[in-house]
């Protein structure tokens, strides 16, 4: 598979980054750490020049003009904090954080009957740091679907650092079959199931909406299991506020997805779809433009579906397709 | 194709109204061929809907810890049969 696409790109940083911030952060306390995050960020910068350029059309696309370096950075600084702060999350809990939350009457209302709900994420902000949420509705059962294998060495030592963590993670890795039957398997239990709803992958279903002025793809398999499981669906996202504060923001984006049996009439309801979590993206990015952590062209359509072997299915509950 | 038993006409009937497969009877679907990724052009999700059909239809939960869930759901054929020990411990 090319480069230009998200799965082509190994991991920012790698693991020598990822242990330096675990023995910093851990060993020398947050304050030290962040200010370890300019030379880090400033590094990152200038090493990679893909996610430069996809950072630098996408600020273009957000702020509507060309970004400026301190702009750029600001970027690129975001990401690295808010990778830091996922270590701290995880390995210290709340203290010295900060989370405000928004929507959470919505979120509690739609989870009420009993029959689970469908979180909608994005790469905006922490997705991690939902887990906050645990702390302000401690009966919201949330589980997280992520694809472990994406991004293998982070999540190792997330998991090191809070083995606990496994039990909430639905992972993506066992093949979408096994997924989807363990998401409907939480949906009756009455979980909270989060996923990410942002990035295609190769040979997934996916339809596009605009986002920021231009048309962009996004995954159908999100609207597709919540029609499945009778589900409401919400949008859900932290957005970083800067120096350890969160806002946690959910909103209700349908409270049950009906896809009717007609081939056209069916697109055209998963487009809708598609177009609001979209256009809810869009107002999220507008108030917090450096809150964007898709360092790849986004905008660019994924190879088609068929030329790509896999479950079109795939995607946002799967992994064994095609991967870069 | 092989001939679908009396079960497993039952089971097809079942996907193919959860799924409205309109453009397909349950008699065509073969016993043996593929359910997903084959020519049904059935998917992950097509799965998963099955699933809660199946749970709704037969009272039999399709575990999704199951080792054998690969070769449960690779055929009209393994599903029904499936299906039929499932309950036959479940009524033992």
Partial sequence: ?324 | MSTQTPAEHDLATLIVDSLHLEQLSAAQIDPEAPLFGGELGLDSIDALEIALAVSRHYGIHLRADHPDNRRIFGSLRALAQHIARERAAQAA
Avoid: K
Wanted: aromatic fraction near 8%; hydrophobic fraction near 50%; charge should be positive.
């Fill in chain 1, 1 to 324: 598979m090319s480069g230009g696409t998200w799965q082509g790109r190994d991991e920012g940083g790698g693991w020598f980054a990822l242990w330096l911030i675990r023995f910093i952060g851990l060993h020398a306390g947050r304050r030290p750490a962040r200010l370890l995050l300019g030379p880090v960020t400033l590094y990152f910068f200038l090493r990679r020049g893909p996610e430069r350029r996809a950072s630098r059309d996408y600020l273009r696309r957000a702020l509507g003009r060309p970004a400026r370096l301190r702009e750029r950075l600001r970027h690129f600084h975001a990401f690295a904090a808010t990778t830091l702060d996922r270590v701290f999350l995880l390995a210290q809990g709340e203290r010295g954080f900060v989370f405000e939350i928004s929507g959470l009457d919505a979120l509690l209302q739609a989870l009420a009957d009993g029959r689970g709900a469908l979180l909608v994420g994005a790469h905006v902000g922490s997705f991690e740091a939902l887990r906050a949420l645990a702390g302000r509705a401690p009966q919201v059962r949330l589980r997280l679907v992520l694809d472990r294998q994406q991004t293998p060495a982070l999540n190792g030592l997330l998991e090191a650092l809070a083995p606990d963590l496994r039990g909430q993670v639905i992972d993506a890795a066992r093949g979408p079959l096994a997924v989807l039957l363990a998401m409907g398997e939480a949906a009756r239990a009455g979980a909270l199931l989060a996923l990410l709803g942002d990035r295609t992958r190769a040979g997934e279903a996916a339809l596009e909406a605009p986002l920021l002025g231009a048309p962009a793809p996004f995954p159908l398999a999100p609207w597709r299991i919540a029609a499945v499981l009778g589900v409401p669906v919400l949008l859900g996202c932290a957005q970083y506020r800067g120096h350890g504060r969160y806002h946690l923001r959910f909103q209700l984006l349908a409270s049950r997805i009906e896809l009717p049996r007609a081939p056209q009439a069916r697109q055209a309801a998963l487009a809708a779809c598609v177009a609001r979590y979209a256009a809810e993206l869009e107002a999220l990015l507008r108030e917090n433009p450096y809150d964007w952590f898709n360092f790849y062209d986004f905008w660019q359509a994924p190879p088609s579906a068929a030329a790509a072997a896999g479950d079109p299915a795939a995607g946002a509950a799967a992994a064994d397709g095609p991967r870069g």
